[in-house]
C-alpha cells in the first residue's frame, strides 16, 4: 500500500472555505461508511477487517477535527476560520452520533481479541469504555440529551476561545514608562502620532513589560488589561460552558464534571486530584513564604511604606532580586538568544538526541508566509518519519499561546504524521528577535510534543498514534526535554550572541540555574491556584455560581497574591476550554519528567542508550499501552516523587 501524501492537510488550511467545508464533508461520509460497513460484516466478524474499518472511520473524523482546529487558531483568513468552527461543529456532531451508537459498541465489543497483540486490545479495551463514559449502554432518552449537549458545549468552547483570540487590548503609554526595558523593546514600540507608545496583551508585549518596567503604574495597567481580556463576554460563556459540562456529567451519573474528567486519567478521581493539589501546594508552602518576603523587602527599598506586593510587581521584583543577589540579568543574556539561532538549537538538540535529521521545505504550501515547514528523516536509514509546520510568531486572529496542533495522524504503512505549532515568539524583522531564557525553554517544551506526535506515529492503528497516552501523562516527555535548555554544554551550541558570536558564558548559565531557584515556591504556588481553579469550578454546582467569587477564594488558598478587585482572569484562562478539570496535569506530569531525566542525569544528555530507550520506551509506543507502563518499561521501575522533591527542596 503506497503512503498517503504529505502537504493535503496543510493545502485545506491554507484553502478556501468552500474547499475545506467539502473535505470535512468527505471525512464524514467516509466514517460513516466505514461504519456501516463493519457494522455488516457477517458474524462472527474478523477482528482485524472490523478494526480496519473502526479505525478508518475514527481516523477520518478526528483528522479532519484537528485540520479544522488549525484553520480556525491560525488562518489568517476570517472567513476560513468562520468556516472552519462551523465544519468542526459537524464533524463534533457525528463523533457524538457514533459514540452513542449501540450498535457499533456492541460489533466492537463482539470481538475476539485473544489472537490480537497487547497493543491491540488495550486500545479496544479503553475504546469500550470511552463509549460507555459516552452513555452508549443508556436509554434513548438519556442518549438524545446527551447527543444535544455535546454539540450545544462544542459551540461554547469555540466561542470562549474566539473571544479569547480576538480581544487583543493596547495600553497607551508616556515613552518614559518605557524606561528599564531592553533596547530592542524600546524600538520596536515607537510613540505613535499622539506621542503615546502602545504595548498590546500579546505574549512578547506583556512578559518583558511586567519584567523590566520600572514604572508600577503601567505595569499595574498591562497587567489589568492581559489580565480582563475576553471580559465581559466569557463570564456568560464560562458560566454556559459549566452548567452544560455539570448536566452531561450527572445525566451520565457522575456527582460532577470533575469526577468524569479524571475517571479516565492516570490520576483516577477527583478526590486524587485534590489530595495532590493539596500535597503539592503544602511541600512548596515554607518555601513560598520566604520567597514573598524576600520580594517585599526588595519591594520597600523603592518604597519604604509598601504593605504588600503586588500581582504587577511579582516578575519585575524577581528579576531585581536575581540581578542583584543572584547576579544573573536577564537582559543581559537575552542578545545570546537570538530567535533564529535558538530555532536551531532546538533542532540540533533533539536531532542528535533522538537521531533525527529535519530537512527544510522552502516550497511548500503553507497557511501563511511566517510558516516554515521541515520533513523529519530518521538520521542512520534516511527513512521519512512525518512533516511538521512550524507557526510561531503573533498576528490578528490567531491563537494567543503556545500548543502543539495535529494536522495528520499517522499510522504505520498507511499515512505519516504531520503536526503543527503554533506559537507567539517576538517576530526578527530591521531589528533582531531576542528571547528570554524562559521562552527558549518554551520552544524547547512545544517542541518535545511536536517530537511525540511523528515518533509516535507510527502505531500499528490511528487510534493509537501520538500523544494518545493518559491526558495527564502528555505533558512530561515536554518537560522533561526542558532540562536540555538549562545545560552548559547545550546552550552553549547555540546561545550565541547575536552581533559578537561569542558563545553565552559558562557563568552567566551557572547564575541562572542558581537565580532559576529563587521563587521556585511562589511558582509552584500559582501553578496549584490554577489546577484547584480548574478543578473546583468543575467540582460544584454550577447554577447561580459565581465564578470571579471562586477565583478570590482560591487565590487567598493557593495563591501568594490576593485577589485584584476589577480582573477576570478566568474569562482568558484558555486551559478551562480544552483541560477542563485537568489542569493539574501540568504539575502532575512534572513529577513524571523529573523521574524520567534521573537517567539522563546520571548517563549524559546526548547518551545514545538512554536516548534510543527513551525513544522507543516512552514517544514511540504512542498511546499503545498505559503511561504508567511506559515509564515503568524505561525506568526499571513504578514512577515515584523523590526526584520530585528533590527539586522542590533544591536551592
Request: glycine fraction near 6%.
Amino acid at each position: 500500500m503506497a503512503l498517503a501524501a504529505l502537504g493535503e492537510a496543510a493545502a485545506l488550511v491554507s484553502g478556501s472555505p468552500a474547499a475545506l467545508t467539502a473535505a470535512t464533508g468527505a471525512a464524514r461520509d467516509k466514517a460513516r461508511a466505514e461504519v456501516a460497513r463493519l457494522k455488516a460484516m457477517p458474524l462472527p466478524r474478523a477482528p482485524a477487517a472490523a478494526l480496519e474499518s473502526y479505525d478508518q472511520a475514527m481516523a477520518a473524523l478526528s483528522d479532519a477535527s484537528a485540520q479544522a482546529e488549525v484553520a480556525r487558531n491560525a488562518s489568517p483568513d476570517e472567513a476560513l476560520r468562520q468556516a472552519a468552527e462551523v465544519a468542526d461543529q459537524e464533524l463534533q456532531k457525528l463523533a457524538t452520533e457514533l459514540s452513542l451508537d449501540r450498535g457499533l459498541y456492541e460489533a466492537l465489543a463482539s470481538l475476539e481479541l485473544t489472537g490480537e497483540d497487547q497493543e491491540t486490545r488495550h486500545w479496544v479495551a479503553r475504546e469500550l469504555r470511552e463509549f460507555r463514559r459516552a452513555g452508549v449502554d443508556r436509554d434513548e432518552e438519556t442518549r438524545t440529551k446527551v447527543r444535544a449537549l455535546n454539540e450545544e458545549l462544542v459551540r461554547i468552547g469555540q466561542e470562549f476561545g474566539r473571544n479569547v483570540r480576538q480581544d487583543v487590548r493596547r495600553v497607551l503609554l508616556d515613552p518614559v514608562e518605557l524606561e528599564g526595558l531592553p533596547a530592542d523593546y524600546i524600538d520596536a514600540h515607537p510613540p505613535g502620532a499622539d506621542g503615546k507608545v502602545t504595548v498590546t496583551t500579546d505574549y512578547p508585549d506583556v512578559f518583558p513589560f511586567l519584567s523590566y518596567a520600572k514604572s508600577a503604574r503601567a505595569r499595574e495597567a498591562v497587567w489589568r488589561a492581559f489580565n480582563t481580556r475576553a471580559h465581559p463576554q466569557n463570564l456568560s460563556v464560562l458560566s454556559r460552558m459549566l452548567i452544560g459540562r455539570h448536566e452531561l456529567a450527572t445525566l451520565l451519573g457522575y456527582d460532577s464534571y470533575a469526577s468524569y474528567a479524571t475517571e479516565n486519567k492516570m490520576i483516577g478521581t477527583a478526590g486524587a486530584a485534590r489530595g495532590f493539589i493539596d500535597k503539592i501546594a503544602a511541600a512548596a508552602a515554607g518555601r513560598g513564604e520566604a520567597d514573598l518576603a524576600v520580594l517585599l523587602a526588595r519591594k520597600r527599598r523603592d518604597d519604604p511604606a509598601a504593605a504588600r506586593l503586588d500581582s504587577w510587581d511579582s516578575s519585575y521584583y524577581t528579576d531585581r532580586v536575581k540581578a542583584e543577589q543572584y547576579q544573573f540579568d536577564a537582559q543581559a543574556a537575552r542578545p545570546y538568544f537570538e530567535f533564529a539561532r535558538v530555532l536551531k538549537g532546538v533542532l540540533d538538540v533533539t536531532g542528535q538526541l533522538f537521531q533525527l535529521e529535519y530537512r527544510e521545505l522552502k516550497d511548500a504550501v503553507v497557511w501563511h508566509p511566517d510558516v516554515t515547514v521541515h520533513d523529519v528523516h530518521d538520521a542512520p536509514t534516511g527513512k521519512l518519519l512525518g512533516r511538521i509546520y512550524l507557526d510561531l510568531h503573533p498576528r490578528e486572529g490567531k491563537y494567543k499561546h503556545a500548543a502543539q496542533y495535529t494536522l495528520v495522524s499517522g499510522r504505520r504503512g498507511v499515512r505519516l504524521p504531520e503536526g503543527a505549532l503554533l506559537c507567539n515568539f517576538p517576530k526578527p524583522g530591521t531589528q533582531p528577535a531576542l528571547l528570554e531564557h524562559s521562552e527558549v525553554s518554551t520552544l524547547f517544551h512545544e517542541f518535545g510534543h511536536l517530537l511525540h506526535h511523528v515518533l509516535g506515529g507510527h502505531t500499528r492503528w490511528a487510534g493509537l498514534s501520538g500523544v494518545r497516552t493518559e491526558w495527564d501523562f502528555v505533558e512530561a516527555p515536554s518537560q522533561m526535554l526542558e532540562e536540555w535548555t538549562r545545560d552548559v554544554s547545550v546552550l552553549q551550541t547555540f546561545a550565541r550572541h547575536h552581533q559578537t558570536g561569542e558563545p553565552i558564558p559558562a557563568e552567566t548559565i551557572a547564575r541562572m540555574r542558581a537565580a532559576d531557584e529563587f521563587a521556585k515556591g511562589m511558582m509552584v504556588r500559582r501553578q496549584m491556584f490554577l489546577a484547584a481553579t480548574s478543578l473546583v469550578l468543575h467540582e460544584r454546582d454550577p447554577r447561580g455560581l459565581d465564578t470571579t467569587l471562586v477565583l478570590a477564594e482560591l487565590q487567598a488558598r493557593y495563591s501568594p497574591f490576593p485577589y485584584v478587585e476589577g480582573t477576570f482572569m478566568q474569562c482568558s484562562f484558555g486551559h478551562l476550554e480544552g483541560y477542563s478539570a485537568a489542569y493539574y496535569t501540568y504539575m502532575w506530569s512534572l513529577v513524571i519528567a523529573k523521574d524520567l531525566f534521573t537517567v539522563f542525569e546520571q548517563r549524559g544528555l546526548f547518551d545514545q542508550q538512554a536516548a534510543g530507550r527513551y525513544r522507543r520506551a516512552i514517544l514511540e509506543p504512542g498511546g499503545g499501552k498505559p503511561a504508567a507502563a511506559l515509564v515503568e518499561e524505561f525506568l526499571g521501575r513504578p514512577y515515584d516523587f523523590r526526584a520530585y522533591q528533590h527539586w522542590l527542596a533544591r536551592g
